[in-house]
């Protein structure tokens, strides 16, 4: 007769998947993972779905499609938590207090001599975190009901601090409570993608040494990014960031009555599994019109426009009057790679624009796996030295700069 796996048996079954799936996990990491309880932060959850690699909602967000709250996937808290380095004795702050999860894989790793805080804006996310947290046994960490974009000054500086949030700008708030030399990971959001960025601080400048693609909901107060329907039934959206001149208007009438897109293929194919969203990240070193297309099933269904390569987000290149987006298209000629990566354009500059995207997509192929240097400086110091793409954004800037 088959017995019901217990927690400990369910939890240690999660990790060996991540690292059965190649998530990098160190042997610190490791060990948190193993020992403290998911299902404890979020009761009533069954205990199957509690260690699926899959996000929970704790709290639905009554204005929007997104959470107000969340237990994040498991491998991408390993991933971050991998990204922060977190030493024996840190001082750790934690922006986003969630379920309480992660603050007590903190705990774990900064150990007894060590300190976590957790600070969050709503009332209720808090109650819970700091309730959950008792109740597994770590009353040490400190929960705060707070604005994240503030930090927590009374207990800076810190060794480490990890954005358990979505952000779009880096508070300037945060730069006087993180020690030098001290790390910080976050979730940055530029020209409509996110990625995991972990930063050393450098005297008045974070510099990045990893970064990953991720999803996470964004944190209160920051709308440095707009989002406009190009079609009257907001089947078809553009996002895009406050800095791009973006003519909303003249992209929706390029999409408007019959209008005929036009296709173009690279030479670049991949396989089933293999990841394209470098094209994205590399676009956004060096051209600002870059920005993410949003298509829903209804526009699909009635075949508004060419398919994108993923439906939901794939950036796009917005000119005047003029579009063009990433695509996907099967060929059977490799049937290692038998996908091959395109353009769909439409409007007066079509054709241009589908060949601009056409080179970000050729040069993303000639070194598929290079990630830029991303550099962060405040707003009101002084800009980055060196070679590099500067994006400007009310609180910090940040410069992309590709070695290859």
């Known amino acids: 007769m088959n017995q019901t796996p217990t927690a400990a048996e369910l939890r240690d079954n999660l990790v060996d998947q991540m690292i059965l799936n190649t998530v990098s996990l160190t042997s610190d990491v490791e060990r948190a993972l193993r020992t403290v309880g998911r299902e404890t932060f979020i009761p009533g959850v069954d205990l199957k779905a509690a260690y699926a690699d899959q996000a929970v909602t704790i709290k639905d967000n009554p204005n929007g499609p997104l959470a107000l709250s969340c237990a994040s996937v498991p491998s991408v808290v390993a991933m971050m938590l991998v990204q922060l380095d977190v030493r024996r004795g840190d001082n750790v702050l934690e922006i986003g207090a969630g379920t309480g999860y992660n603050a007590a894989l903190l705990a774990e790793l900064a150990g007894a001599p060590g300190r976590v805080t ?24 400190d929960v705060i009901e707070r604005d994240g974009l503030t930090g927590a000054p009374e207990n800076a500086p810190y060794d480490r601090m990890l954005a358990a949030v979505g952000l779009w700008d880096v508070p300037t708030a945060w730069w006087d409570q993180l020690r030098e030399g001290g790390r910080l990971v976050l979730p940055l959001r530029w020209r409509g993608q996110t990625r995991s960025v972990a930063l050393t601080r450098r005297g008045g400048t974070l510099v990045s040494d990893d970064m990953a693609l991720c999803g996470f909901v964004p944190i209160i107060g920051q709308d440095g990014e707009r989002t406009a329907a190009l079609d009257a039934d907001d089947t078809i959206r553009v996002h895009y960031d406050e800095d791009q001149a973006v003519d909303v208007d003249a992209l929706g009438d390029s999409l408007r009555g019959d209008a005929q897109g036009i296709e173009a293929l690279s030479e670049q194919r991949i396989g089933g599994e293999e990841s394209f969203d470098g094209v994205w990240l590399r676009a956004t070193a060096g051209d600002d019109r870059v920005c993410r297309l949003e298509v829903t099933p209804d526009a699909l269904t009635r075949e508004q426009i060419i398919r994108p390569a993923i439906p939901s987000r794939s950036p796009l290149l917005a000119d005047g009057g003029s579009l063009a987006y990433l695509i996907v298209r099967r060929e059977g000629i490799d049937p290692q790679r038998p996908f091959r990566l395109g353009a769909a354009a439409y409007g007066p500059r079509a054709q241009a624009l589908a060949q601009d995207l056409i080179a970000h997509i050729e040069t993303w192929g000639e070194a598929r796996t290079a990630v830029p240097r991303l550099t962060i400086t405040p707003a009101n110091g002084s800009p980055a030295a060196g070679p590099g793409h500067e994006i400007s954004k009310p609180e910090s800037r940040i410069m992309l700069t590709y070695w290859l």
């Open 118 to 141: 957790s600070i969050d804006i709503d009332s209720d996310v808090a109650l819970h975190a700091r309730t959950m947290l008792d109740r597994a046994g770590y009353e040490h960490v």
